[in-house]
């Protein structure tokens, strides 16, 4: 089996998080990329450097491959030409450069100010892409602790309930999924283990949180088979039965309702929905 990590991969080659900006600033940074010039940087005070000039400067060597000195001329905008037109251009070009270095505390810290500072201009979303990217390209295996994958989710989903409309609404509902099942993936993970070691209550707990929080990813149908498991040993004969029959009903050809079926039958039983449960009232609520 593919490990999470390639599956993420997968997941969101659509979205790697490497794009080129939007809009006008995606038109300006073309043009002046291959207008501005190269010419060694002035000597000049920083007080006494334009901002344009400082700022197409930074262009240049993202141009030329150094996106360290990139990220020095845009900050430098950014500091001594203070809520300027140039500055906020170069507070996402700070974002971005400093993403692509990989260095993606520092790409939160001004995507999220610019975000906060103009929540309204027409890059906004992508730098609400580029804070849900930066948390992303840092999720660990399912077998750490998921923290960053929780706040890339809580990053792409406000960026998606923000902006509806940007162009990086469906790279970001495409996260929004594979965090979603990197969650599902931790959540059954401890399960398993608290499973294994016969705590079944523990094990019904979370198992309940996939099929109630995270419905929708693949790790439902195992979900369910192992509710049946955990509450057939607890001897909570109708939500086994029920949790059984559920899964039967939402995935007939599964080897997980293969499996849950031939271990009611150990005991004589038949997969049987009792209405009033939960997991009953969990999969008609999802069907509207």
């Not at 490497?18 to 809009?23: H, N």
């Not at 010419?39 to 141009?63: M, R």
């Not at 705590?199 to 309940?208: C, L, P």
Request: proline share 3%.
């Amino acid at each position: 089996m593919a490990s999470s990590r390639a599956v993420r991969s997968n997941l969101v080659s659509a979205a790697s998080g490497r794009r080129v900006l939007s809009g006008a600033l995606a038109g300006s940074l073309l043009a002046l990329l291959t207008a501005c010039s190269s010419d060694p940087v002035d000597d000049l005070a920083f007080k006494d450097i334009p901002a344009e000039k400082s700022y197409n400067e930074g262009l240049a060597y993202i141009k030329a491959g150094d996106l360290r000195e990139a990220t020095k001329k845009f900050e430098e905008v950014d500091q001594q030409h203070p809520y300027s037109e140039w500055a906020r251009k170069s507070m996402i070009m700070t974002a971005y450069t400093n993403f692509t270095r990989g260095r993606y505390d520092d790409a939160i810290i001004s995507a999220r100010r610019y975000v906060t500072l103009y929540p309204g201009s027409e890059d906004a979303a992508y730098a609400q892409y580029m804070i849900g990217q930066s948390y992303f390209q840092q999720i660990p295996d399912v077998d750490r602790d998921q923290d960053m994958t929780r706040k890339a989710l809580q990053a792409m989903t406000e960026l998606v309930q923000r902006y509806p409309d940007s162009s990086y609404a469906l790279e970001a509902q495409r996260v929004i999924d594979v965090c979603r099942d990197q969650l599902a993936g931790k959540e059954m993970e401890i399960g398993r283990y608290y499973l294994a070691r016969y705590n079944y209550i523990a094990a019904v707990n979370r198992f309940r949180n996939v099929v109630t929080e995270y419905q929708t990813t693949r790790h439902t149908e195992e979900a369910l088979e192992r509710l049946t498991e955990a509450y057939f040993a607890l001897g909570i004969v109708n939500e086994a039965q029920t949790a059984a029959a559920i899964l039967g009903h939402n995935y007939p050809e599964s080897q997980w309702y293969k499996d849950a079926y031939s271990l009611l039958q150990t005991k004589g039983l038949e997969p049987r929905e009792d209405t009033g449960s939960w997991i009953s009232r969990t999969f008609k609520a999802a069907l509207g």
